[in-house]
């Protein structure tokens, strides 16, 4: 299950229109070792467009939908790490995964 943290205020590249997107957080935690050799423990996070209007994204805060968050290898882009200010590049990204509802067969034969 992911839950609706966030959302924010975008701008289109393609047409210039605005739009709210959702932040979606994996409710499964991960732990990973930070460059100095500590561990922490962090979850995935990923935006997801919406047609929704502001107050929609509000009452959607909160909310849990069924799905995972993938790692998707992607063109190589710049990320500014908010913590620290350092800029990396980055090689993928993290995409929304909706749950595979499957077939009947596969649901017996699985």
Known sequence: ????????????????????ALELTSDEPEIV?????RYYVT????SMSSSFPESVC???LGKQIPGSIAKVECE???????ETGEVITRHHRYE???V?????ETAVFA
């Open 43 to 46: 979850t995935k996070k990923c």
């Open 76 to 82: 190589p882009y710049e990320f500014t790490i908010q």
């Open 58 to 60: 509000k009452v959607m």
């Open 1 to 20: 299950m992911l839950t609706i943290t966030s959302y924010s205020n975008r701008t289109s590249s393609q047409d210039g229109s605005q739009y709210f």
């Open 96 to 98: 929304y995964q909706p």
């Open 33 to 37: 070792m930070s460059a100095t050799g």
């Open 100 to 104: 595979e509802m499957g077939t009947p």
